[in-house]
Nanobody, 122 residues
């Protein structure tokens, strides 16, 4: 059974750091692009970053230079390193796989995890 489980969220002060993990089971993650998304209260879900099967990455303008996406295929896991966090980064963070190896493939709607909460506050 395909499953993605996010972890690593928490409460952090502004300018702090967190590393989120997206652990996959039921399939081999290295064949797919994987994206991180977030949804803040009262706002639509937005794309944060994506990494394709070859390791190429892209980022939303709001997180460029602060967030880094990476993958460890041996652990079947994708990470999101978040530095210099801001209060506006507060959201529920999700990962999902694309239907193919590149980030231009659509999101596999059956792959959403439960999310991990990130709260940035002093």
């Amino acid at each position: 059974q395909l499953q993605l489980v996010e972890s690593g969220g928490g409460l952090v002060q502004p300018e702090g750091s967190l590393r989120l993990s997206c652990a996959a089971s039921g399939f081999t993650l290295d064949r797919y692009a994987v994206g991180w998304f977030r949804q803040a209260p009262g706002k639509e879900r937005e794309g944060v970053s994506c990494i394709n099967s070859a390791g190429s990455t892209n980022y939303a303008d709001s997180v460029k230079g602060r967030f880094t996406i990476s993958r460890d295929n041996a652990k079947n896991t994708v990470y999101l390193q978040m530095n210099s966090l801001k209060p506006e980064d507060t959201a529920l963070y999700y990962c999902s796989r694309r239907t193919g190896s590149n980030c231009y493939f659509p999101t596999d709607v059956g792959s959403w995890g439960q999310g991990t909460q990130v709260t940035v506050s002093s």
